[in-house]
């Protein structure tokens, strides 16, 4: 049986088909189609199809990671939807949070809501936060407003009625009658969404739910028609944020889950890389054609948040949407290869816009005519112009020209230092961030290995590692690719939370037993929408802080039966996460219990097969010559080694610096740095260690 992934980036669709029984790989990738993202999958599969190269009546899982969501975010390109909310509380979105995110911006700029103020609706009805009527849902007038919503031309209605976390009766009447009226329109409750506290990120999480969950069903049902088509019948499975894959009607329901599922795919990989060598704390770091991404790696286990946010402003945190959603923690800015490089008031700035697929950065040749950062590697001689994502692109000579008028000639630089400066300033914006990661949450780099992929990461990481110290850098097998081998050894996972505030004391486990009892029934009920059976492994967590705190701390708990003395075990939970993140503890003071989590795990076999990436075949040295690069520190442009990836063998060691080419990227190797190839096939480099 064969498995294909394929994840659609800003610039580049990226595949990987492996073979279940023998754990073969065969990657490729080719340009995004930005207007129909789905035909750059179908056109790639049809030609492979029509060529010999794949089977598809041989294909048995199709695994897929999508920008659809987060795009119809950042464009604001989704539905035209409205949301029904208490009465009185028609401007919880518009107004947002009082905090500050930048205190000395006096023109700051506040997240703008997915809905406007004239599409939010009001109903009259309230609860109390235990979930008790104070006033009953007046029927005959939601009947009214839902009349008048069907000749509004909404695709989707959120509803969002306060504390329907503690009741979801309101709501649900409130479904239906919308169903009733409106039988065309995408219904979604908060009390399905996101049923947790906190009425702003409820509704934030609900209406961006609504917003996108049309565009995902019509997309997906589209491209399974398109798989059919090319006589693929295999089942369609769809990354989350939270790591976990889940069946296309799985993702239909709860379309928000989708958004960064390609990033989430590439941390998966870096920890199965983490793994093969034997490294249980890593950074990781994807740089692609639009954005930076940078995580962590803990005990082998990726660090996740039971929030994020989309569409933050120059992403600076709370500045954006925030989602209720489990997701991997990842760290983004506006830092890929594409990012367009500008001069302002005598500085050279980057991003947060890039120059995507279309037209690409100018030495695609497509018409571009802003420099970016791919621009500035071609300029410094990093980039082989003749073997760009392995000969499919050539590159062309436009790339000094742009930088030359638009950089050099304003601040009174040559070309190389110009574009020096590009990669520079690119550098430093993803050393800030890094540091954001590692340092400024507790983490010392230089405990940590790097492991770097996307197109873009291998040709920035070395100095990255260096600046934090990081000892050591990991270039993994496929890294161009990373985020499509990533779906390859993902596995099927569903999860649910609610929020029942608890104090956790001798009287707990009761009740601690029925909300986990009620959670879990709910996740097995969801997995038999699942497309693959096997084990279901059922993991158990909580949100915790001191009584009288604003904020929680996310807990594992303990597994098995949840019975007399469960309390003192959730109590050493807390306390030993808690002293992990502060460095002390509070044993006098009270502990409660906000929000619970279930996660739920398919154990099913098909990642235990270890992979073999179809790599093409090499003799000879692996010093296919040399080139001119930029490397400062050994006096400019410099006779550098090309190193053929391929063609490296275990008893290799080979100092910087190099530049070792593969087909979808190509790794900078910094003076005094040293490469070898590891048994697992990975490139591993030392830092300073000549």
């Known amino acids: 049986m064969l498995q294909i992934a394929f994840d659609i980036g800003g610039t ?8 279940s029984e023998t754990g073969a790989v065969t990657v490729w990738k080719v340009p995004t189609t930005p207007r129909a993202p789905a035909d750059a999958v179908v056109n790639s599969l049809r030609k492979k199809v029509s060529e010999g190269g794949l089977v598809a009546q041989d294909v048995g899982d199709a695994l897929h990671a999508t920008t659809i ?6 464009e604001r390109k989704g539905s035209r939807c409205a949301l029904i909310t208490t009465r009185g509380f028609r401007d919880v979105l518009p107004m947002g949070r009082g905090k500050r995110y930048d205190t000395n911006n006096l023109h700051l700029d506040k997240p703008h809501p997915l809905v406007q103020r004239a599409d939010i609706f009001e109903v009259t009805e309230r609860l109390a936060p235990d979930g008790s009527v104070v006033t ?8 009214a407003l839902v009349g008048r919503l069907a000749s509004g031309g909404y695709q989707a209605v959120a509803v969002v009625l306060l504390h329907a976390y503690a009741s979801p009766a309101h709501e649900r009447r409130v479904g239906e009658i919308l169903r009733q009226l409106m039988p065309d329109c995408m219904v979604c409750l908060s009390s399905d969404v996101s049923p947790k506290y906190r009425e702003y990120e409820r509704a934030s999480t609900t209406v961006a739910n609504a917003y996108v969950a049309p565009l995902v069903d019509a997309y997906l049902t589209a491209l399974t028609s398109s798989l059919h088509q090319l006589e693929i019948g295999a089942s369609l499975s769809i990354m989350q944020s939270n790591g976990g894959l889940v069946s296309a009607e799985l993702a239909k329901t709860g379309a928000i889950r989708i958004v960064e599922s390609g990033p989430a795919a590439g941390v998966l990989m870096c920890a199965e890389v983490g793994r093969e060598e034997g490294f249980d704390h890593v950074i990781t770091f994807d740089m692609g054609g639009t954005t930076a991404k940078l995580g962590a790696i803990d005990d082998g286990v990726p660090a996740v948040t039971p929030t994020f946010e989309v569409d933050a402003v120059n992403y600076k945190k709370g500045s954006g949407l925030p989602l209720n959603i489990t997701a991997i923690e990842l760290l983004e800015i506006g830092a890929g290869g594409g990012s367009i490089a500008r001069s302002k008031m005598g500085l050279i700035t980057i991003g947060p816009d890039s120059a995507g697929a279309e037209p690409g950065p100018v030495c695609y040749g497509r018409g571009g005519t802003q420099p970016t950062i791919t621009d500035a590697n071609l300029v410094l001689g990093y980039l082989n112009p003749g073997y760009f994502n392995g000969g499919a692109m050539n590159l062309s000579e436009g790339a000094a020209e742009a930088i030359e008028r638009t950089i050099a000639k304003p601040l009174d630089l040559s070309v190389e230092e110009a574009a020096w400066g590009i990669h520079s300033v690119a550098n430093a914006n993803m050393e800030r961030a ?13 405990r940590y290995a790097m492991v770097a992929f996307g197109g873009a990461g291998p040709l920035h ?20 690719v990373g985020s499509a081998l990533g779906l390859l050894v993902a596995k099927q996972k569903i999860d649910l939370a609610m929020t029942s505030v608890l104090r956790v004391d001798e009287r707990a486990p009761a009740a601690v037993a029925a909300i986990f009892a009620d959670l879990e029934a709910r996740v097995r009920e969801q997995a038999r929408l699942l497309n693959r059976s ?6 158990r967590s909580a949100s915790m ?8 701390i996310r807990v594992d708990l303990p597994e098995g039966e949840i019975g007399v003395g469960y309390d003192e075990a959730v109590r050493a939970a807390f306390y030993e996460a808690y002293r992990r993140e502060y460095g002390y503890n509070d044993h006098e003071a009270a502990i409660e219990v906000t929000d619970w989590y279930v996660i739920a795990t398919v154990e099913d076999g098909r990642t235990s097969v270890p992979m073999k ?33 391929y063609a490296l063998r275990s008893t290799d060691r080979i100092v910087g610096p190099a530049l070792v080419e593969e087909r979808e990227s190509t790794t900078v190797v910094l003076p005094g740095d040293t490469i070898a190839i590891t048994p697992a096939g990975n490139l591993m480099i030392e830092i300073g260690a000549a």
Do not use: W
């Not at 110290?469 to 993994?476: A, C, N």
């Not at 075949?617 to 990836?645: N, Q, W």
């Open 136 to 143: 009953a849902l007046d029927e005959e007038e939601t009947r």
């Open 69 to 74: 969501a987060t795009n119809a975010i950042l």
């Open 461 to 480: 990481a070395a100095r990255l590692a260096r600046a934090l110290e990081v000892p050591r850098l990991i270039i993994p097998r496929g890294a161009g």
């Open 613 to 645: 990436l179809d790599v093409p075949e090499a003799s000879g040295s692996a010093v296919t010559g040399e080139r001119l690069a930029y490397f400062p520190e050994a006096g400019g442009m410099v006779p550098t080694k090309i190193i053929d990836r």
């Open 534 to 539: 096997g084990r279901l492994v059922i993991q």
């Open 434 to 446: 890094m540091r954001i990661v590692s340092i400024e949450r507790g983490r010392d780099p230089r």
């Open 545 to 552: 802080h001191h009584v009288g705190q604003g904020y929680e």
């Open 12 to 19: 580049f669709t990226d595949f990987a088909v492996r073979d």
